[in-house]
């Protein structure tokens, strides 16, 4: 794992001449995207593209499958030893001691830093015994902790130090424990259903409309969104499963009281500063890409902003990597098509190096204002659906507009084009299927206004 985050470290600090043709992909791109815009494939390379997307979707069932029965046997063993399961999300970074009585939780949103300490029930544990635990967390994690902040003030915090609760190990916290890990494998199916979904829209576009009028009537298509519709049920399967282990896992669990306890101590850090710390060293990148891609810098880091809170090595359970949390089986393969003509999705190694994800992340927000959406004429409003589209597809953004459910996104154009910006904003807040996009959209909006210059 050291090895790991010292590559991710490094390769964000990689010189410009060890990335790949830069001189040469700017000079060539106009005529990339106006030609990937215009040009007609052949008959042959669209059903490749679509029997490779197919492959996929059926490949990514045992992916899914794999992550997810490691995923759950790590958080049973934290419930187990910690009475909770405290893992990194896109919004935190979370890292236990190699004898795993010790954790340091990043916090990104709170702007704060919880050193935890497992601990003999009838041992109290001093704010002295927090510095000296925190200590070793700077030491072995440095260049991480520098990585994430871009300040000094993680050690300058050291004398605030304040102790915040102790819990003991019981039963009664492992319940809660075991209730929180249920509402999180709901949600985890959810957002790979959202996946999905996105891929499917992805799948039926080709070159043409999301769901266009005649795409269902495509036998290859139909038999497209039978695999989509089996691999739904796979995933609700899936959850059934994982839920019925997360039962049986309680029988494992300790009887009688427990003699652990954990303390908690909680080094607040400077509100609303650290943010635009973390972004400004990546403020060069997004300016380059932005223009490149002719989007918005503004909106480009309120997305980051949103998806990662700037932390580069953030990892969702999709999976998706990065600073924009990209999708390599979804976006990772639209802009591979897009920017290097290849079907492929991208490697985790290739979204961690901060160029390429910025680059993955800001062509994708083209590919999805310019190509999926660009029916739309106003645009405010082609903005609006393009910041929830980057969240839950274009198809899900369409079938807001369709009074049919149709994910057809020409057919939601018409529509959309009939209506003032604000109506669209408050159609897509109100009406979208995913209540996680409608609050994504209200954070990427309010963001944004925090980089317009």
Not at 177 to 201: C, G, M, P, V, Y
Not at 204 to 225: H, I, K, R
Not at 304 to 319: C, G, Q, V
């Amino acid at each position: 794992m050291k090895k790991f985050i010292a590559f991710v470290v490094a390769t964000h600090l990689l010189p410009t001449q060890l990335q790949a043709s830069q001189a040469q992909l700017y000079a060539e791109l106009d005529e990339a995207m106006n030609g990937w815009q215009t040009s007609q494939h052949s008959v042959q390379d669209k059903d490749e593209f679509e029997q490779f997307k197919t492959q996929h979707l059926n490949e990514y069932h045992k992916y899914v499958e794999e992550h997810f029965a490691e995923f759950d046997a790590f958080r049973d063993k934290l419930i187990k030893q910690w009475g909770d399961a405290q893992t990194s999300t896109t919004s935190r970074y979370v890292h236990y001691s190699q004898a795993e009585n010790t954790r340091l939780i990043v916090d990104f949103e709170q702007d704060q830093l919880v050193v935890g300490i497992k601990h003999h029930a009838d041992t109290d544990v001093s704010q002295e015994n927090a510095q000296a635990v925190f200590k070793r967390f700077l030491q072995s994690n440095s260049a991480l902790l520098t990585e994430f902040f871009k300040t000094q003030s993680v050690k300058e915090q050291q004398a605030t130090i304040e102790k915040s609760e102790s819990y003991i190990i019981d039963n009664k916290v492992r319940a809660k424990a075991l209730l929180d890990a249920k509402r999180q494998i709901q949600n985890q199916t959810q957002q790979q259903q959202q996946l999905l979904e996105k891929q499917f829209d992805a799948l039926l576009a080709g070159e043409n409309d999301v769901l266009s009028p005649n795409a269902l009537t495509n036998p290859q298509n139909y038999n497209a969104q039978q695999v989509l519709e089996k691999k739904k049920a796979d995933l609700q399967t899936l959850q059934n499963n994982r839920l019925k282990n997360l039962k049986e896992s309680i029988k494992e669990l300790p009887s009688g009281r427990s003699d652990s306890s954990v303390t908690e101590f909680v080094i607040k850090l400077p509100k609303n500063t650290l943010a635009k710390q973390r972004a400004s060293s990546y403020l060069n990148q997004i300016t380059a890409h932005s223009k490149r891609f002719d989007i918005d810098g503004s909106l480009v880091l309120a997305v980051m902003h949103t998806e990662s809170h700037f932390n580069p090595l953030a990892k969702s359970h999709i999976p998706a990597y990065g600073l924009m949390q990209v999708v390599p089986t979804s976006a990772g393969v639209d802009v591979n098509r897009f920017l290097y003509d290849i079907d492929e999705p991208m490697s985790e190694p290739y979204l961690y190096v901060t160029n390429n994800n910025i680059e993955a992340g800001t062509a994708y927000l083209h590919i999805l204002n310019d190509r999926y959406l660009r029916h739309i004429e106003d645009p405010i409003s082609r903005k609006y659906c393009t910041i929830a589209a980057y969240n839950t597809g274009a198809g899900n953004v369409a079938r807001v507009f369709n009074s049919d459910d149709s994910r057809n996104i020409k057919k939601a154009s018409r529509v959309i084009n009939s209506m003032s910006p604000e109506l669209v904003l408050e159609a897509l807040q109100s009406r979208l299927p995913y209540d996680e996009t409608k609050h994504y959209l209200e954070k990427v909006l309010s963001r944004e206004a925090l980089y317009i210059q």
